[in-house]
Each structure stands twice: as structure tokens, then as C-alpha cells.
């Protein structure tokens, strides 16, 4: 069974950083886009940002500049590099990734749980 765990949440004052981390696991033939969405309290779920097999980027206009997404093949993993955080990128990151498991004939979309990042001074 294929599934992904995020990991790498937390608490981080404004202007700092994080790290997320995604890995999926379990029968894999493949893997195409592998994004990162969140969802604040009160508010739908959100892309952030998104990463093509071969590396090509798309970010929301607000994280632009100050997020960067990249992936690594051979992990089956994707991170989210946050810095300059501010109050506002207070949410739960989900990733979410197209994958193609052993078995079937065509790529189905996966979520992970959820990791909460909480910006506060």
C-alpha cells in the first residue's frame, strides 16, 4: 500500500525556517507531480507549491521568493525549504503526489496526513 509521511513541522518564530520533508513508500513504479498544499484554520486547502518529475517548479504568489520546492528521485521524497516565515504561513502542510503503483495502469493521487507549522513570536 502506497502512502506518504510528512515530517519536519513545528513551531518557528517570524522571519525563520523550515524544512519539510515528504517520502512515499510501498509498491512505486513511478512517481509524477509532487506538490505541497495547506490549510489554515477556517480557511480551504491551499497549493503552494508543485514539482514536475524532472524538476520544473510553480509556487503561489505567496510564498514566491521566500519557499522553495525540490525532490529527490531516488528517495521518493520531496521537501519544502520555508524561509522568511511569517504569521500568516500558519497551517497544516499536506503533500500530495501522483503515483504509479505496482499493479495498476495509471497514475492515482496519494495525500499524506498533514504536519502543522505554527509561526508565532
Known amino acids: 500500500q502506497v502512502q506518504l509521511v510528512e515530517s519536519g513541522g513545528g513551531l518557528v518564530q517570524p522571519g525563520g525556517s523550515l524544512r519539510l520533508s515528504c517520502a512515499a513508500s510501498?509498491?512505486?513504479?513511478?512517481?509524477?507531480?509532487m506538490s505541497w498544499y495547506r490549510q489554515a484554520p477556517g480557511k480551504e486547502r491551499e497549493p503552494v507549491a508543485v514539482?514536475?518529475?524532472?524538476?520544473?517548479?510553480n509556487y503561489a504568489d505567496s510564498v514566491k521568493g521566500r519557499f522553495t520546492i525540490s525532490r529527490d528521485n531516488a528517495k521518493n521524497t520531496v521537501y519544502l525549504q520555508m524561509n522568511s516565515m511569517k504569521l500568516e504561513d500558519t497551517a497544516v502542510y499536506y503533500c500530495?503526489?501522483?503515483?504509479?503503483?505496482?499493479?495498476?495502469?495509471?497514475?492515482?493521487?496519494?495525500w499524506g496526513q498533514g504536519t502543522q507549522v505554527t509561526v508565532s513570536s
Open positions: 500530495k503526489a501522483k503515483i504509479w503503483e505496482s499493479g495498476r495502469s495509471a497514475y492515482f493521487t496519494v
Open positions: 510501498g509498491s512505486i513504479v513511478s512517481i509524477g507531480d
Open positions: 514539482i514536475g518529475r524532472g524538476g520544473n517548479t
